[in-house]
């Protein structure tokens, strides 16, 4: 590993007449060598810093450039000469420059890295992947859909003593206040209310500790299983594995999954239109394009039959062969600056999330923790490294969400993303902030939650995230404001900027996105609808056939 910088600080002198006198001025300015930076912007800087006239700066941008050259070189020559003194002395014993150059070829080459086995998580990810492409898919997704309809009866008790409990007190805080100055005063009034916050916090304490018990010891008792039916079946029978697993390779075969297929009427959108189009000037590739109404959780909610029956929903078969693969199913979720599970759609989110146990992936909870704590960081980072150069180049709006309170949480358009294994449609989910500005009719494609969609793209492409469903009206819920033409004028938008970050994405390598799913409000009309899926053929190129005519008579082509 190479050693930490150095720097020394050097003084460097510049002299200069005035135009009026004969006086002649000095300029000291320390600087670090070796200077990393650009002479030519610190020039300006000190022209600016200083007030100094500007005939001087050709003279003082070549005095400074030889200075840093100079004195740089002196630094690298002083620096070799200790080196050498140092070797000549013996002072160091050879032993430790040896094992600090193995240490350092080990840490930095990988053909000499030490040979490491691989962790719990890789190992189980390896198992899974090989017996969910085999013929114990089936039995996988039932004991799944067993574990789930567990915690879910168990997080239906808690729901139950919790809303009991709560109904309790309400009625008893009622009987209370409606006696204060009576039979009760208002220390016995708070008094009651500490203590029914109390009774809150330890019921849901027992019942937390319930749920996560109950949801470790399945967990547990799941990976040993999987291990467990991969040892019975290699000693029995081969199972077949797909080409690109790190196991033994030979070709999948057809999988048919069985249960009842048919969804619930709630999860069935009402509106729905499909393209398939091509992109790129020269390279064309081919997207399927899909606009939709309905909810955006609809695509995470697992939707379990009653307890009699063990058959999983329809979606979970493709959800888990694709777990572990280059084609993972991305949503993108509006949500507020504060990273956590207290309200809007993260909220909902982590509930669905909580009436199953995740078995490959930390629970959302702790997901979330550790991106507040990555937050801080990275806010940080950003305060530190924003000017007011930047600032003077965004819009008026754009301005004052910067300036605003938000400094300590993350801004419109930034982008935090969870990672799942027990969602219906889903793996990735990515949240989005965004604020108030979205619902005037004045934003175009430099919104920070424009640039925010950007951002979503690139990851997809570099991450295998080859089906993404994006709210196209960057609104999850439909309000007054939401005309016809703001409709019709935000689609425009939205439309015209993801095909252009489909066509630059084509530059960045990475998989392709090939499906591409647009989601408009659940509660939307018909005529808006038809006149967003009338837009997005003429937006994008859609394929059409080409219809060519037989003729009987052959045709002669003339000559000139």
């Known amino acids: 590993m190479a050693a930490e910088q150095e720097f020394v600080e050097r003084m460097f002198i510049f002299k200069f007449p005035t135009c009026t006198t004969k006086?002649?001025?000095?300029?000291?300015?320390?600087?670090?060598?070796?200077?990393?930076?650009?002479?030519?912007?610190?020039?300006?800087?000190?022209?600016?810093s200083f007030k100094l006239p500007c005939y001087i700066e050709k003279d003082l941008d070549q005095a400074l450039k030889l200075f840093v050259d100079e004195e740089t070189i002196k630094y690298y020559d002083d620096t070799s000469e200790k080196l050498i003194a140092n070797a000549r002395s013996a002072d160091f014993e050879v032993e430790?420059?040896?094992?600090?150059?193995?240490?350092?070829?080990?840490?930095?080459?990988?053909?000499?890295?030490?040979?490491?086995?691989?962790?719990?998580?890789?190992?189980f990810a390896t198992v899974y992947h090989k017996l969910v492409h085999s013929p114990a898919l089936e039995a996988i997704l039932q004991v799944e859909h067993s574990y789930a309809l567990a915690v879910r009866e168990l997080t239906g008790q808690r729901d139950e003593q919790v809303s009991a409990l709560t109904t309790k007190q309400t009625e008893e805080m009622s009987r209370a206040v409606e006696g204060v100055h009576v039979f009760r005063t208002e220390r016995e009034i708070n008094e009651l209310a500490a203590q029914h916050f109390e009774d809150q916090n330890l019921l849901q304490g027992r019942w937390s500790s319930e749920v996560c018990a109950l949801k470790q010891t399945q967990r547990r008792e799941y990976r040993d299983w999987l291990v467990g039916l991969l040892e019975d079946h290699q000693a029995s029978v081969s199972l077949p594995t797909p080409t690109n697993s790190?196991?033994?390779?030979?070709?999948p075969k057809a999988l048919h999954g069985s249960g009842n297929s048919q969804e619930e009427p709630e999860s069935v959108p009402r509106l729905e239109e499909s393209f398939t189009i091509h992109l790129g000037s020269q390279m064309k590739q081919m997207h399927n394009i899909r606009i939709l109404s309905g909810d955006a959780l609809d695509f995470c909610q697992v939707r379990l039959q009653n307890s009699g029956s063990l058959d999983p929903q329809p979606q979970r078969l493709q959800t888990a062969l694709a777990l572990y693969s280059n084609d993972l199913c991305g949503i993108v979720l509006l949500t507020d600056s504060h990273v956590g599970?207290?309200?809007?759609?993260?909220?909902?989110?982590?509930?669905?999330?909580?009436?199953?146990?995740?078995f490959h992936f930390p629970p959302i909870d702790d997901q979330l923790e550790k991106m507040r704590e990555e937050v801080k960081e990275a806010v940080t980072w950003r305060?530190?490294?924003?000017?007011?150069?930047?600032?003077?180049?965004?819009?008026?709006?754009?301005?004052?969400?910067?300036?605003?309170?938000?400094?300590?949480?993350?801004?419109?358009?930034d982008v935090y993303i969870t990672t799942h294994s027990n969602l219906a449609e889903v793996h990735v989910v990515f949240h989005m902030v965004v604020d108030d500005s979205l619902k005037s009719n004045d934003i175009n494609s430099r919104h920070p939650v424009i640039l925010g969609l950007r951002n979503i793209l690139k990851i997809a492409c570099s991450h295998d995230i080859t089906t993404l469903t994006l709210p196209v009206l960057l609104m999850h819920?439909?309000?007054?404001?939401?005309?016809?033409?703001?409709?019709?004028?935000?689609?425009?938008?939205?439309?015209k900027c993801v095909k252009g970050f489909m066509i630059e994405m084509a530059s960045w390598g990475g998989s392709e996105l090939k499906n591409l799913q647009f989601l408009v409000p659940k509660g939307i009309s018909e005529e808006v609808f038809q006149t967003l899926a009338t837009m997005l053929p003429s937006i994008f190129r859609v394929s059409n056939p080409l219809v060519l005519k037989v003729s009987s008579t052959p045709h002669t082509p003339k000559t000139a």
């Open 341 to 358: 599970t207290y309200s809007g759609l993260t909220k909902e989110l982590s509930t669905i999330c909580e009436q199953s146990t995740e």
């Open 23 to 48: 006086e002649e001025y000095n300029l000291e300015v320390p600087i670090l060598i070796p200077f990393s930076g650009s002479t030519q912007e610190l020039t300006q800087r000190l022209l600016s």
């Open 383 to 413: 305060n530190s490294h924003c000017h007011h150069e930047h600032l003077a180049t965004l819009t008026s709006s754009e301005q004052q969400s910067r300036r605003s309170g938000t400094t300590k949480n993350l801004q419109t358009g």
């Open 96 to 123: 430790d420059v040896i094992k600090a150059w193995e240490r350092a070829f080990k840490e930095e080459t990988l053909e000499y890295a030490e040979r490491r086995g691989a962790s719990d998580e890789e190992l």
């Open 477 to 495: 819920e439909m309000t007054e404001e939401m005309t016809v033409a703001w409709c019709t004028k935000r689609a425009e938008l939205v439309f």
């Open 246 to 251: 790190p196991l033994a390779s030979c070709p």
